[in-house]
């Protein structure tokens, strides 16, 4: 019988490549993850990897097993919803992966709905980068999670994973008040009138910094990047500051700083709910979907804007 624990390791060998990523990303040292995957090709009865320098492929064989791994582990997944279903009541703990400006401006009102429906369910929020929150879905350090992309950096499909819309929104360009810009034609033409400034972006490897940097380009220019910031609060004092320029979403201004002028651009980021694979129906992570979709806030809950860039004081 096929250990579910070692198709666990294999999956993520699939997507990581490497037994030292593998081994890191799971709390396990290289070894034990090596020796885990050796029974698991006894068990298997035929090889499921082969070596390519310092990296490991999947064999044929290895990669069927990982199609296969895939299935059962939604299944699990469905027996554990279906389960907690049969339970009654929602208790225990919930984990919970967001990103900064969600965990601000929407999180705290979904666990006051979540609070009182379900008191003995303990959700505990970590913030985490979208970037990050497949592996830890897939390994189990979430149960769901808040995840977004931009129009400039669509994240691929994570095999594993399903994915719900929660809202759209609109993103703007922050300059220092008084260096208010025209909006132009279309959105490289606003971008460009900033092209000689400084930029305040996110630090690199998170969607964040990405969006900024593929704008500009599309736009016809490497923006020239000063400060690295997360918090858009901070990137927003600094453009008060005079220390640059910025792109941020809406849910990043609703506590401008004065001092900062606001350009809508014609870009969007789209926030989702993210989870394993068959744990649509699991009544925690259905819970916290419904209490997330109450809290959107009002001007985020209709359909997204399509007007032309306008300047907002």
Known sequence: MLD???LRLLRELARRGTIAAVAEALAFSPSAVSQQLGVLEREAG??????????????????????????????????????AEARGGLAGVLRVGSFP???????????????RSHP????????????????ALRAGDLDVALVHEYDFVPTPEEPGLTTEPLFDEAMFLAVPEGAEVDAGPDQGAVLRTRAAAPWITATPGTLCHAMTVRACQAAGFTPRVRHQ?????????????????????????RDAEPGVS???????RRTKIAFRDGAAGHPAVAAFGSALRAAVPP??????ELASPRAEG
Do not use: K, S, Y
Request: hydrophobic residues 50%; contains cysteine.
């Open 4 to 6: 579910v624990r070692r």
């Open 46 to 83: 035929l090889p499921l990897l082969e070596r390519t320098g310092r990296r490991v492929r999947l064999t044929p064989a290895g990669e069927d097993l990982v199609r296969h791994a895939e299935a059962v582990l939604e299944r699990l997944e469905r027996a554990e919803a279906d389960l």
């Open 101 to 115: 400006t969600a965990t601000r401006a929407i999180v705290p009102a979904a666990l006051v709905t979540l609070a």
């Open 120 to 135: 003995r369910l303990e959700p505990m929020v970590c913030e985490t980068d979208p970037a990050a929150v497949a592996h």
């Open 229 to 253: 910031v997360d918090e858009f609060a901070t990137v927003l004092a600094l453009v008060a500051a005079g220390q640059g320029v910025a792109v941020v979403p809406r849910l990043g201004i």
């Open 262 to 268: 606001l350009t809508r651009l014609l870009m969007q």
């Open 299 to 304: 001007e985020l809950a209709g359909p997204p």
